[in-house]
């Protein structure tokens, strides 16, 4: 048995316990959902406070230059870069994730159809997030292709002589499960298709190495492990040997290889910059950069690497004392136990009351959060950024509690809310 006091000590040999620090967390409550929105770092409301009084409210329209705000969508791109293995230049931040999808999407369609036009199929999981789904959707009514979704054991033989992009969401939002990068890249490209990887719950999660995957384009999201702040911009990733192929649909002002020029033909910006569309929000991207720097403030503490060495120490140790003490509770387990194979959060099932164990954890100060499916599900999701191996003790004594007095069938956990 794991005791309370293992885990205090696991705390205190912690290398990276400090970066707890840089993070208002409310008192009472364990944040078990930064896979959904991540905290408020600390540094936060004096930079967007600056932003607001000094670069906006003195510096006005000069803020454009003399403030950095030209270069912000270049400048945390390279921020991001370092977290996913892409190179100075090769990233920006802008825009939401859905919107950069359609654009690397829509990019990598047409490169497929220039080489082989015959490629007339999109590929992805059926459990993918609904967003990409979606957005693959209306590019295939668009131009008369189809999406071809697959269970992700059958991937490898659903790429084949048709199959234009194969797009997929490097650790499934459901369940945790990560698919190995590079292998699924190689084997996409030995059949001749292009990849999209979305990165929303990788990037800041685990370690991703996107030029050791020779992967073709990915986006992700700004508001999940990257701390940026509800609705954060998202970031986009290409390829150099695609960034400078085709345009971007979303071909706006900002994706202009001379913008401040303003002629009225279009010239696309070379590389990444192309990627862009219109004026960034300035105040969004600047809560986003103090996001990203406690993710890099790791850096000294042995970066992603010792991010992730924790993260499945963290995960390891809530499977573990779920299976310990909660044995007999209907829970099951969606994420895989492979370590190679598991994002940074635990995905349990339970039958019933999935929703309702949930709200009454929320109300004991343990925030999860529940996705409905068959079977439904309950996510935590596990940042080793700020969370201490006592905080994953806690949490599942609190579930224990919940489940064995059947306190989650009280009514009040029973009322289904909008945002869950
Ligand atoms: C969170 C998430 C998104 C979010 O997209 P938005 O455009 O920010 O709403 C998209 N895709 C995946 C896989 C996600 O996990």
Redesign the pocket.
Known sequence: MTTLQDCIALDAADPLRELRDLFTLPQGVIYLDGN?LGPLPKAAPGRIAHAVQQEWGEGLIRSWNTAGWFELPQRLGDKIGTLVGARPGEVVATD????N?FKVLSAALSIAHADAPSRRTIVSERS??P??LYIAESLCRERGMTLRLVEADELGSAIDGRTAVLML?HVN?RTGAMHDMRAVTAAAHAAGALVVW?L??SAGAVEVDLHGAQADFAIG?G??YLNGGP?AP?FVWAHPRHADRFWQPLAGWWSHAAPFAFTPDYRPAPGIARYLCGTQPILSMTALECGLDTVLAAQPHGGMQALRRKSLALTDLFIALVEERCGGQGLGLATPREHARRGSQVCLTRDEGAYAIVQALIARGVIGDFRAGRPDILRFGLTPLYLRFEDVWHAVEHLWQVLDAGEWRRDEFNRQHAVT
């Open positions: 959904s939401s994730t859905s919107i999808l993918n997030f967003t990409d969401t939002y979305d929303a719950h999201c508001y999940k609705g998202a």
